[in-house]
């Protein structure tokens, strides 16, 4: 949704990860709503163009040094940091061991686990903190922390995906703690299953679908179809519905929202 449903007019708010996917959605609803955006991420958004309202700056989210680098640009161009949604993140569809003894690519690496680890979390603390630092000196801002259902409930095939998102909810939890006598809001969002469209064959669903135990040739569409069982609302979430929440925590309608994981999945749960 990317009409002004929601007034965010002199805000200005950092979204990692915000040149595709979800991420590209919430920078788009955000602007849509009268907010400045500043996008970072390893990838140009299609089709950027700066403007008043939008920055965008390739920076590696785990690097320190980028990370108060990129923090300070912002601040130059806008003024300040108003929120900060810490979306970007990986994942690598892994299993502990390989049980089946086939494909020992598909097998948790130590490889594997440092880089879902440095960006997912290592990244999440590094922006974080650089960010804080802004929002300290005039005691306000929010900061949204993008978990996962996955991180809640844990998910078969995921477990270090599921370990960093669980710390992100940790994070949550702690800095909502640390940050509110400051006016400092931290707020958790938890996605399921959503409407994305992957390539077919897609490395990542043969690596998901062995962790399964289901045919490796399954077609992503398939995946949402084995889902939609386990959902209550019967269909995947659709973008706009998480960059929908995103907005309204960062207006001032959620000023009394904080140290809580809010997930966005359909009902979806271990039960």
Same mark, same amino acid.
């Not at 929120?83 to 598909?106: E, F, H, M, S, W």
């Not at 960062?250 to 749960?269: F, L, R, W």
């Given at each position: 949704?990317?009409?002004?449903?929601?007034?965010?007019?002199?805000?200005?708010?950092?979204?990692?990860?915000?040149?595709?996917?979800?991420?590209?959605?919430?920078?788009?609803?955000?602007?849509?709503?009268?907010?400045?955006?500043?996008?970072?991420?390893?990838?140009?958004?299609?089709?950027?163009?700066?403007?008043?309202?939008?920055?965008?700056? &390739? @920076?590696? +989210?785990?690097?320190? #040094?980028?990370?108060? /680098?990129?923090?300070?640009?912002?601040?130059?161009?806008?003024?300040?940091?108003?929120?900060?949604?810490?979306?970007?993140?990986?994942?690598?569809?892994?299993?502990?061991?390989?049980?089946?003894?086939?494909?020992?690519?598909?097998?948790?690496?130590?490889?594997?686990?440092?880089?879902?680890?440095?960006?997912?979390?290592?990244?999440?603390?590094?922006?974080?903190?650089?960010?804080?630092?802004?929002?300290?000196?005039?005691?306000?801002?929010?900061?949204?922390?993008?978990?996962?259902?996955?991180?809640?409930?844990?998910?078969?095939?995921?477990?270090?995906?599921?370990?960093? &998102? @669980?710390? +992100?909810?940790?994070? #949550?939890?702690?800095? /909502?703690?640390?940050?509110?006598?400051?006016?400092?809001?931290?707020?958790?969002?938890?996605?399921?299953?959503?409407?994305?469209?992957?390539?077919?064959?897609?490395?990542?669903?043969?690596?998901?679908?062995?962790?399964?135990?289901?045919?490796?040739?399954?077609?992503?569409?398939?995946?949402?179809?084995?889902?939609?069982?386990?959902?209550?609302?019967?269909?995947?979430?659709?973008?706009?519905?998480?960059?929908?929440?995103?907005?309204?925590?960062?207006?001032?309608?959620?000023?009394?929202?904080?140290?809580?994981?809010?997930?966005?999945?359909?009902?979806?749960?271990?039960?």
């Amino acid at each position: 949704m990317n009409s002004k449903w929601i007034d965010l007019e002199g805000k200005t708010v950092v979204v990692t990860g915000g040149a595709m996917g979800i991420g590209e959605a919430i920078a788009a609803d955000l602007k849509g709503c009268g907010a400045n955006v500043a996008v970072f991420d390893v990838s140009e958004p299609k089709d950027y163009k700066e403007d008043e309202h939008t920055l965008f700056i &390739k @920076a590696d +989210i785990r690097s320190k #040094t980028e990370m108060e /680098a990129a923090v300070k640009q912002v601040v130059q161009k806008f003024g300040t940091i108003d929120g900060l949604v810490n979306n970007a993140g990986v994942t690598r569809p892994r299993i502990l061991v390989d049980y089946y003894k086939q494909r020992p690519q598909y097998e948790l690496s130590e490889e594997d686990f440092d880089f879902m680890v440095g960006v997912n979390q290592k990244g999440t603390f590094t922006v974080t903190q650089a960010v804080t630092r802004v929002m300290f000196e005039k005691k306000d801002g929010v900061i949204i922390n993008m978990s996962s259902c996955a991180g809640l409930m844990g998910s078969r095939g995921h477990s270090c995906y599921s370990a960093t &998102k @669980a710390a +992100i909810h940790g994070f #949550t939890m702690s800095w /909502a703690k640390e940050l509110g006598p400051f006016g400092i809001r931290v707020v958790g969002v938890a996605p399921d299953i959503l409407d994305r469209t992957p390539a077919n064959n897609d490395e990542k669903y043969r690596a998901q679908a062995y962790g399964r135990g289901w045919d490796v040739d399954t077609k992503p569409e398939k995946f949402f179809e084995n889902y939609k069982s386990s959902i209550p609302l019967g269909r995947p979430g659709h973008l706009y519905e998480v960059a929908d929440l995103i907005c309204y925590l960062v207006s001032s309608h959620a000023s009394y929202i904080t140290g809580v994981t809010i997930p966005v999945s359909g009902g979806k749960s271990k039960g």
